[in-house]
């Protein structure tokens, strides 16, 4: 069974930089896109940024110029670089990898982000 863990979390203050890492158990197959999701207490679960084959990225507006999405498919790892750190940013935050081979999405375990004033 492959399993996504994340490192990097933590507390920074609004303005500061945090840098979340996940890497996969095992090298995963046809990967076909690698993202990174949030979700605040009592919401749901939404996209911060995706990388598609190619390169192709997407951002949430509120992260635009901000945080940066990286992927290395060979490796099954991506990280998400979080700059300019807002106290909005605050959530746990969670990878995802989907694989086009097995026809399924894997998610890690979640990791605490939270920025203060």
């Known amino acids: 069974q492959v399993e996504l863990v994340e490192s990097g979390g933590g507390l920074a203050r609004a303005g500061e930089s945090l840098r979340l890492s996940c890497a996969a158990s095992e090298v995963i197959a046809g990967i076909h896109q690698m993202a990174w999701y949030f979700q605040a207490p009592g919401g749901d679960r939404e996209l911060v940024a995706s990388?598609?084959?190619?390169?192709?990225?997407n951002y949430r507006d509120s992260v635009k110029g901000r945080f940066t999405i990286s992927g290395d498919t060979a490796k099954s790892t991506v990280s998400l670089q979080m700059d300019n750190l807002k106290v909005e940013d605050t959530s746990v935050y969670y990878c995802y990898i989907y694989s086009w081979k097995y026809g399924r999405g894997y998610w890690g375990e979640g990791t605490l982000v939270t920025v203060s004033p």
């Open positions: 990388t598609s084959g190619g390169g192709t990225t």
